[in-house]
Nanobody
Framework: VQLQASGGGLVQAGDSLSLSCAAS????????VGWFRQTPSKEREFVAA????????IYASSVKGRFTISRDNAKNTVYLRMDSLKPEDTAVYYC???????????????????WGQGTEVTVSS
């Protein structure tokens, strides 16, 4: 599975941005797809994940209520809609996927086998 993340950019605090994660080589049907983010000073952290087959989602507490993860079956793409962005959301965002993730592991980056290249999000104050 090849993942292509896109949609990053420079925005102001309070703005919205939508990231995309498109898959090629295989459909997401049996996969869990997650978004993670990383800054130079912090370890990679979990943002959100969706289990494709049932659409169940989970969010980090820091983004819950502001970010929404969703999927488009026809486009084999996962989206991360980010609203009310804050400067602390500034990071490189990565999408990841794996078909063998158990529920308790969805927030763990080591559980994901396939990774996209990352897209940079900068939120100015």
């Amino acid at each position: 599975v090849q993942l292509q993340a896109s949609g990053g950019g420079l925005v102001q605090a309070g703005d919205s941005l939508s990231l995309s994660c498109a898959a090629s080589g295989r459909t997401f049907n049996r996969y869990t797809v997650g978004w993670f983010r990383q800054t130079p000073s912090k370890e990679r952290e979990f943002v959100a994940a969706i289990k494709w087959s049932v659409g169940s989602t989970i969010y980090a507490s820091s983004v819950k209520g502001r970010f929404t993860i969703s999927r488009d079956n026809a486009k084999n793409t996962v989206y991360l809609r980010m609203d009310s962005l804050k400067p602390e959301d500034t990071a490189v965002y990565y999408c990841a996927a794996d078909q063998n993730i158990i529920t308790s592991s969805r927030t763990m980056d080591i559980a994901y086998k396939y990774w996209g290249q990352g897209t940079e999000v900068t939120v100015s104050s």
